[in-house]
């Protein structure tokens, strides 16, 4: 199999539990032409002290790198001399062992992180990481969500997922401010990933996007009533006899009480707005009474 794209993430199979008995596996990896590929181990757990029955084996095609296994030292990065190298990892009868778990990237994101990185991994208040495509699925939990903010205990690329930063698809760059921790975090289900409630931490960290963080209907934001429209207005007489109308001014989050909704006769519902000059949208955010959920558009 060939794996052709800018980044992604590679786990030996049943990762973080054991790997399978007499298993070869080979994958080749391949960043565009005329780059070079960045590969970082994030996990290394195979059970062998020679590396005759179980290894993992990295070759471009100049350089062979390895074979690791057991307590040998194992290179935190790998910076090739091409843009294309093959996996070939291979297990006979063991017990136990995780296997591996590694992020590759083109030569363009030097600051390359797997995974498994945490936010308590780093000591500065600010900084700035790249995140491969592919950390949706792998296991680890995160506490907070985006209006609150992240436990710093989380991992850092499935936390801008579920944050809606960067898409799972395609990873991308992450930029991450460390504030002072918070007495609870509270549990959301976004983008696919459900946070878990978290206890009292020292730090918490949360997403800058660089200019793009501004929401268009916060308070003191841009955004004008009049300039939202919908397809229909849902009007209900509410139990004490007054008229309640879910009108499309009320699709801002800031609005308390009822929100938006069509008409139950309208069969093609729309929301309108028009942000009357041409803007770069990173994200539309709903929420109801139990959870938030994230969609990142790739429209301007």
């Known amino acids: 199999m060939i794996i052709r794209q800018d980044s992604g993430t ?3 199979k049943n990762y973080p539990g054991t ?3 007499h298993t070869v596996c080979e994958r080749r990896i391949q960043v565009p032409q005329g780059k070079r590929l ?21 070759q471009s095609s100049t350089t062979v790198y390895g074979p690791y296994c057991g307590n040998m030292p194992v290179p935190e990065e790998i910076f090739l001399d091409s843009n294309a190298a093959t996996l070939h990892f ?12 590694l992020s590759f990237a083109s030569s363009d994101h030097p600051d390359l992180i797997t995974c498994l990185e945490r936010a308590n991994h780093h000591v500065e208040t600010e900084f700035s990481k790249y995140c491969p495509a592919g950390c949706r699925e792998i296991a680890g939990d995160i506490s907070g969500n985006i209006v609150e903010g992240y436990r710093d205990t989380s991992l850092l690329c499935k936390s801008a997922i579920h944050a809606g ?6 990873g991308g760059q992450i930029s991450v401010i460390q504030q002072k921790g918070a007495s609870r975090y509270q549990g959301i289900l976004a983008n696919g990933i459900l946070s878990q409630d978290g206890s ?18 916060s308070e003191g934001g841009d955004m004008s009533n009049s300039l939202i429209t ?22 801002l989050l800031r609005i308390q009480g009822p929100s938006w909704a069509a008409n139950q006769n309208n069969l093609r519902q729309w929301l309108e707005i028009d942000l009357g000059e041409r803007k770069k949208i990173t994200g539309q955010l709903s929420t109801d009474e139990y959870y938030f959920s994230t969609l990142y558009p790739n429209a301007e």
């Open 10 to 12: 590679l786990a030996s």
């Open 19 to 21: 790997y399978p008995n």
């Open 38 to 58: 960045i590969i970082k181990i994030g996990d290394l757990d195979i059970e062998s002290q020679s590396c005759d029955s179980n290894y993992l084996i990295i």
């Open 90 to 101: 291979e297990s006979r009868s063991h017990v136990s062992g995780r296997g591996f778990l």
């Open 165 to 170: 930063v960067i898409a799972d698809e395609l």
């Open 200 to 217: 009292l931490s020292e730090k918490r960290f949360i997403f800058s996007s660089n200019g793009c963080s501004k929401s268009l209907n």
């Open 230 to 251: 919908a397809s229909s207005t849902w009007n209900e007489t509410n139990e004490i006899g007054e008229l309640v109308r879910w009108s499309p001014d009320k699709a």
